[in-house]
């Protein structure tokens, strides 16, 4: 249903290295660029995400309790995200393990959570089974 998410950006050139660090991990590319937008992921692909300075303008900020949630193919890959988000201008928001308890099939969410260079909020997440 989601074709993609955009995330509002007041320095586009430190977003676009951020996102090609986590679109890179994520094995895709840009698929969209002009002046002020830069649009990551496969045209054929699930959901992609993008970074643009706003259309009226003015100053891009964060919105409250809005997040964008990328889903890994395992906890390696969450880890691996959250530290490529660190190391090109991303701060922490909770370090990559399990959220809540298993379900009854055993299954738990598995997170990292870290902000943009600009604050917006993501996530890495899979689901894992602990085998019960």
Do not use: H
Request: proline residues 4%.
């Amino acid at each position: 249903m989601i074709g993609y998410t955009t995330l509002g950006t007041n320095d586009l050139e430190r977003a676009a290295v951020f996102y090609d660090a986590i679109a890179k991990e994520m094995g895709v590319g840009r698929m969209m660029e002009f002046d002020t937008f830069i649009a990551w992921g496969a045209w054929d692909g699930g959901a992609g995400i993008a970074a643009t300075k706003p259309f009226d303008g003015k100053e891009a900020t964060v919105g409250n309790g809005t997040m964008v949630a990328i889903q890994a193919q395992g906890t390696d890959q969450v880890k691996r995200l959250y530290d490529i988000a660190l190391a090109n201008g991303g701060s922490d928001e909770g370090e990559p393990g399990p959220r809540g308890e298993p379900d009854e099939n055993g299954n738990t969410f598995y997170a990292g959570y870290f902000r943009d260079p600009d604050g917006n909020k993501l996530n890495a997440f899979c689901m894992v089974n602990d085998g019960s």
